[in-house]
């Protein structure tokens, strides 16, 4: 005798949202334990970014090459042919020298927190009345002394800014999403 056993549309949900939390937890400690390793080896994660960012660059090349190849002449093949040939050439001097790499993205973090700390302070001030508009200016307070903190020490600042940088973020990252897992998770325990 064979006997089949339905599982209701709750019981089905339960088993997902027990899975994706499991998995949640998982990545969260993989993220927090990458994001230490960065801290304590900023200039190997930091040399990692930038080869990876050569190799994106690269891809990115020949892409642009091919959809001028497809384009059968006109501006769009010279365009694609020139700036996939610009691309191809900036990640292969990357890949060539990681460290000058590095310190140019270096810069390129330094200009981006600049602009966001500056967005900061101008989206608090347009927000002032409504409540929770002052941890923009902190924030960009913050942001903005990252980014001196960073162009004042360029290039030096070359060897520890990304790998830190990336580092807090993701170790961050991966501590927010353990704490919802956990939450999910407890939830889950409540309901059951």
Excluded: Q
Excluded at 20 to 33: D, T, Y
Excluded at 111 to 126: P, Q, R, T
């Amino acid at each position: 005798m064979i006997t089949t056993t339905k599982k209701t549309e709750a019981e089905i949900t339960d088993e997902v949202l027990s899975r994706v939390a499991g998995w949640s937890v998982g990545l969260s400690v993989v993220m927090m334990i990458a994001g230490i390793l960065a801290i304590i080896a900023p200039l190997v994660f930091g040399s990692a970014v930038a080869i990876l960012v050569g190799w994106l660059l690269i891809f990115c090349g020949c892409a642009h090459v091919a959809y001028g190849w497809h384009s059968h002449g006109g501006e769009g093949f010279v365009w694609g042919i020139l700036l996939g040939t610009i691309y191809t050439f900036a990640g292969a001097y990357i890949l060539l020298n990681p460290l000058a790499g590095l310190s140019s993205l270096t810069l390129v973090l330094a200009v981006y927190l600049l602009f966001e700390a500056i967005l900061d302070f101008v989206l608090s001030f347009w927000l002032r009345p409504a409540l929770g508009s002052d941890w923009l200016r902190v924030h960009g307070a913050v942001t903005l002394i990252l980014a001196f903190m960073i162009w004042w020490a360029w290039p030096e600042s070359s060897w520890w800014a990304i790998g830190t940088v990336v580092g807090f973020s993701m170790l961050f990252s991966g501590f927010t999403r353990l704490m919802i897992s956990l939450t999910v998770r407890r939830m889950e325990r409540a309901l059951s």
